[in-house]
T-cell receptor, first 113, second 118 residues
Framework: GENVEQHPSTLSVQEGDSAVIKCTYS??????FPWYKQELGKGPQLIID?????GEKKDQRIAVTLNKTAKHFSLHITETQPEDSAVYFC????????????FGKGITLSVRP | DTEVTQTPKHLVMGMTNKKSLKCEQH?????MYWYKQKAKKPPELMFV???????INESVPSRFSPECPNSSLLNLHLHALQPEDSALYLC?????????????????FGPGTRLTVT
């Protein structure tokens, strides 16, 4: 089955700096890669996703890049703000019967004011 | 609108109690999911319903019993739980299931029910 690795487990940045979170996956059949942000006491919120036919996708201050050859994808947050502080989960899935989202372990991002 | 609602927000129950968690969405989604999340861990899939039929059961103990009365509602019936079942229970929905032909559909989570088993 799919295995998604997420490193590091914690990341601290100064407000205004950029943050990059990287995930690797093992199953070459995976073709959908969402990122979720989870704030304390809340459910995971889908913030951006990318499919295997696209190399990069942007939405305002966040972007995701995908390298299918190396089997890794990254979340880029520019001009970080304190409200970006949360746990971020990457995930991967493929299409087909019984496919499901496989999550990374999550990274705690802290943005220092 | 990508809202999934869950009730109750918090639940404390004894090991001999029977309780139910409720999830609702009005986005016309045809797939609904139950996940369990322990502190500082990612969500773990428990059940998937597609078109109101159970399509995936991730070998969940029978003390958890899901039910999908219609395409907007998902329930999780709890009976004889153990303290180790204490966790955040998340509901999610997507337009179609992950096995939808040709593409994977975005999955949206509710805020969760914080369950404590005493």
């Amino acid at each position: 089955g799919e295995n998604v690795e997420q490193h590091p487990s914690t990341l601290s940045v100064q407000e205004g700096d950029s943050a990059v979170i990287k995930c690797t996956y093992s199953d070459s059949a995976s073709n959908y890669f969402p990122w979720y942000k989870q704030e304390l006491g809340k459910g995971p919120q889908l913030i951006i996703d990318i499919r295997s036919n696209v190399g990069e996708k942007k939405d305002q201050r966040i972007a995701v890049t995908l390298n299918k050859t190396a089997k890794h994808f990254s979340l880029h947050i520019t001009e970080t703000q304190p409200e970006d502080s949360a746990v971020y989960f990457c995930a991967a899935s493929s299409t087909g019967a019984n496919s499901k989202l496989t999550f990374g372990k999550g990274i705690t991002l802290s943005v220092r004011p | 609108d990508t809202e999934v609602t869950q009730t109750p927000k918090h639940l404390v129950m004894g090991m001999t109690n029977k309780k139910s968690l409720k999830c609702e969405q009005h986005m016309g989604h045809r797939a609904m999911y139950w996940y369990k999340q322990k502190a500082k861990k990612p969500p773990e899939l428990m059940f998937v319903y597609s078109y109101e039929k159970l399509s995936i059961n991730e070998s969940v103990p029978s003390r958890f019993s899901p039910e999908c009365p219609n395409s907007s509602l998902l329930n999780l019936h709890l009976h004889a739980l153990q303290p180790e079942d204490s966790a955040l229970y998340l509901c999610a929905s997507s337009l179609f299931g992950l096995a939808g032909v040709g593409r994977t559909y975005e999955q949206y989570f509710g805020p969760g029910t914080r369950l404590t088993v005493t």
